[in-house]
């Protein structure tokens, strides 16, 4: 009798050790067991733009825009239809977050608020401080950073360059983390996004950028069209012309916008695996004031304008879907943690706030 009861333990010891086979599992140093499996998608692109609001990128363009306008301020025809036919976070904002551009980088990255060092990643400003690439690495996922006009063609780089590259390490927020600049491993997985760059002219008061050609961020492409080249997480940073930065007129983050996003989307990463796409701005109001008028910029809401996409043959996220529920910049950050199963960086920001999941299947 205790011989069969023996048999039968051991057959479903080996039942259960033949199901675990089959499951991807990674042990972290910390000794727990995780998946690579996401609870929404497997990959994320998250792309930060910047210091534009809702009203100022999304609704009616109006070509010839000017400062007492009511609808957004140029061409934006693109960035709403991608919000009309995907998820449109109505009520995303900064809030809690100080320190300028720097500061929301560091906040979508770490969870920490109060940053304050919106220059040239100089020791002094760099920050020790878990952030969320400690946390992917735990877990055995993979990151990658890609920064259009990128000085060099990986590691940190840590000072402004003008044009053409118009790279703004500001925007970078990698390179901030003590432990990153640090470790020349993870210096190495911050890479320049494109092989070439425009030849982008803009007004001297930066006013207007339209027209100017865009950049094609063709070595970011590259690793979505190849699966085994595509990290778990990759963060895109167009230069400060693209991303609206250096131009009250949106006319050009439109274009960019409308030129890298489906090929984001078709991309045989996106196409293939569960991918999502996740795209927001760093803050509201404008740059730049026309020369001579003392209030170039509207009257700007605070929300941003906040977009979860995905390719509809494969979607991870909800199409034709809106929601005015409140949400920050840790929200987006505690969205990626939940889907992975990581532990929230600074529990009184990410680890309090909402996640996203209602944009997501």
């Not at 000072?159 to 927020?173: A, K, R, S, V």
Request: with cysteine; charged share 10%.
């Amino acid at each position: 009798m205790r011989l069969h009861v023996f048999a039968g333990c051991l057959s479903l010891i080996l039942l259960v050790s033949a199901a675990l086979a089959t499951t991807t599992l990674n042990v972290s140093s910390s000794g727990n067991v995780t998946t690579l499996t996401g609870r929404w998608f497997d990959y994320v692109v998250v792309i930060m733009l910047e210091n534009h609001s809702i009203n100022d990128t999304y609704g009616v363009s109006n070509p010839f825009w000017n400062n007492t306008s009511t609808t957004c301020l140029g061409n934006c025809d693109y960035l709403t239809s991608l919000a009309n036919q995907n998820g449109l976070a109505e009520s995303y904002t900064n809030t809690g977050v100080a320190g300028g551009s720097q500061g929301d980088y560091i906040a979508i990255t770490s969870g920490y608020g109060n940053s304050n060092c919106n220059g040239a990643a100089v020791p002094s400003c760099w920050l020790d401080i878990p952030n969320i690439v400690d946390s992917l690495e735990t877990a055995h996922l993979t990151w990658k950073a890609y920064m259009e006009g990128y000085p060099t063609s990986s590691g940190c780089a840590n000072d402004f360059t003008g044009p053409p590259n118009n790279y703004g390490p500001n925007h970078n927020p990698f390179v901030y983390y003590s432990d990153i600049q640090n470790n020349t491993a993870r210096c190495s997985r911050i890479v320049n996004a494109n092989s070439q760059v425009a030849n982008q002219t803009r007004a001297s008061d930066k006013s207007v950028c339209w027209p100017s050609p865009v950049d094609n961020d063709d070595l970011f492409l590259n690793d979505l069209n190849s699966v085994t080249d595509a990290s778990n997480y990759m963060f895109l940073t167009p230069n400060t012309a693209d991303d609206f930065h250096d131009c009250n007129d949106v006319s050009l983050g439109n274009a960019w916008m409308q030129n890298m996003i489906p090929q984001i989307l078709g991309s045989t990463l996106f196409s293939a695996k569960r991918a999502a796409l996740f795209i927001t701005f760093d803050e509201p109001d404008c740059t730049f004031k026309v020369t001579g008028s003392p209030n170039n910029c509207p009257p700007h809401a605070r929300q941003l304008y906040t977009v979860w996409a995905s390719n509809p043959t494969t979607p991870t996220t909800r199409l034709l879907f809106k929601s005015v529920n409140t949400y920050t910049h840790y929200s987006a950050l505690r969205t990626i943690e939940d889907n992975w199963g990581l532990p929230p960086l600074v529990p009184a920001n990410d680890g309090s706030a909402n996640n996203m999941q209602e944009f997501l299947l």
